[in-house]
C-alpha cells in the first residue's frame, strides 16, 4: 500500500469524526436526535470506498471472475454516497438552527461524495487493468447511471440496498412499475438523467484535478 492512499485514509477517519462531533454538539443544543441518521447514511457511502480499496490492495490475486464480483458488490453500496445529496431535503427552514443543520447536512454530503467519487475513480482505473479502457468506459457508464436509478429508488420508492436480499421480488416489482411505461413516469426518467449527467460532471472534475494529485492512485501490477 503506497503513502498517499494511507494518506486517504488517515483523512477520512478525522473528517467523519468532525462531522459525528458537529452533530453531537446539534443534538446536544437542540435536545433533538432526528439528524442522526445522516451517521449511518454516511457509514453506507463509507462500504464501496472500503470496498474498492480492498478490491485494489488484493487486485494483482484477483480472478477476472472474482474481481466481477467484487465490483458488483461495489456497485450494489455505491449509490449510497452520490445519495446523501438529496438528504438536503431534510432541511427544516422555520428551524432556529436552519442554517448550522444546513451546514452539518452539506458537510456530510460533501463528505460522502468525496467517499464515492474517490471508489469510483479506483473502480474504474481497476477496470482498466484487468480489462482495457473500452470496457472500463462501459463499466463506468453503467455504473453511474445505474447508480442514478438507484439514488431514485432510495429517495422516492425509500428503498435501499439491503432491499435487495430481504424482498428482492418486491424491489423489482416497484422499480419495474415506476420505469414502464415510460409515458407514464417521464418523471422518473428526467431524475435518473439529471444524476447521472451531475455524476459524470463530478467525476470529470475530479479527473481533471486529479492531474495535480488531487486523486493519487499508483494501482499495483497485474501479475496475471
Same mark, same amino acid.
Given at each position: 500500500?503506497?503513502?498517499?492512499?494511507?494518506?486517504?485514509?488517515?483523512?477520512?477517519?478525522?473528517?467523519?469524526?468532525?462531522?459525528?462531533?458537529?452533530?453531537?454538539?446539534?443534538?446536544?443544543?437542540?435536545?433533538?436526535?432526528?439528524?442522526?441518521?445522516?451517521?449511518?447514511?454516511?457509514?453506507?457511502?463509507?462500504?464501496?470506498?472500503?470496498?474498492?480499496?480492498?478490491?485494489?490492495?488484493?487486485?494483482?490475486?484477483?480472478?477476472?471472475?472474482?474481481?466481477?464480483?467484487?465490483?458488483?458488490?461495489?456497485?450494489?453500496?455505491?449509490?449510497?454516497?452520490?445519495?446523501?445529496?438529496?438528504?438536503?431535503?431534510?432541511?427544516?427552514?422555520?428551524?432556529?438552527?436552519?442554517? $448550522?443543520?444546513?451546514?452539518?447536512?452539506?458537510?456530510?454530503?460533501?463528505?460522502?461524495?468525496?467517499?464515492?467519487?474517490?471508489?469510483?475513480?479506483?473502480?474504474?482505473?481497476?477496470?482498466?487493468?484487468?480489462?482495457?479502457?473500452?470496457?472500463?468506459?462501459?463499466?463506468?457508464?453503467?455504473?453511474?447511471?445505474?447508480?442514478?436509478?438507484?439514488? $431514485?429508488?432510495?429517495?422516492?420508492?425509500?428503498?435501499?440496498?439491503?432491499?435487495?436480499?430481504?424482498?428482492?421480488?418486491?424491489?423489482?416489482?416497484?422499480?419495474?412499475?415506476?420505469?414502464?411505461?415510460?409515458?407514464?413516469?417521464?418523471?422518473?426518467?428526467?431524475?435518473?438523467?439529471?444524476?447521472?449527467?451531475?455524476?459524470?460532471?463530478?467525476?470529470?472534475?475530479?479527473?481533471?484535478?486529479?492531474?495535480?494529485?488531487?486523486?493519487?492512485?499508483?494501482?499495483?501490477?497485474?501479475?496475471?
Amino acid at each position: 500500500m503506497l503513502k498517499s492512499e494511507k494518506n486517504i485514509l488517515w483523512i477520512m477517519l478525522p473528517a467523519i469524526g468532525l462531522n459525528v462531533m458537529l452533530l453531537l454538539i446539534r443534538n446536544a443544543i437542540e435536545q433533538d436526535k432526528s439528524y442522526n441518521f445522516l451517521i449511518f447514511n454516511l457509514f453506507l457511502a463509507f462500504l464501496p470506498f472500503l470496498i474498492a480499496f480492498l478490491t485494489w490492495v488484493i487486485a494483482p490475486k484477483l480472478s477476472r471472475l472474482f474481481f466481477i464480483i467484487l465490483s458488483l458488490v461495489w456497485l450494489l453500496f455505491y449509490p449510497n454516497a452520490p445519495y446523501m445529496m438529496s438528504d438536503l431535503i431534510h432541511v427544516q427552514a422555520k428551524s432556529a438552527t436552519v442554517i $448550522y443543520d444546513t451546514l452539518i447536512i452539506f458537510s456530510f454530503a460533501t463528505l460522502a461524495l468525496f467517499l464515492g467519487f474517490y471508489s469510483l475513480n479506483i473502480s474504474y482505473r481497476l477496470w482498466i487493468m484487468k480489462f482495457n479502457v473500452q470496457i472500463a468506459r462501459v463499466w463506468l457508464i453503467a455504473s453511474v447511471f445505474l447508480s442514478s436509478l438507484g439514488i $431514485y429508488l432510495g429517495r422516492i420508492l425509500r428503498l435501499n440496498s439491503w432491499d435487495l436480499f430481504t424482498r428482492p421480488m418486491e424491489v423489482f416489482e416497484e422499480t419495474w412499475n415506476h420505469l414502464w411505461p415510460i409515458s407514464h413516469n417521464p418523471i422518473t426518467y428526467f431524475i435518473v438523467a439529471l444524476f447521472t449527467i451531475i455524476q459524470f460532471l463530478i467525476f470529470w472534475l475530479g479527473l481533471r484535478l486529479g492531474d495535480i494529485r488531487l486523486f493519487p492512485l499508483a494501482l499495483p501490477e497485474n501479475k496475471d
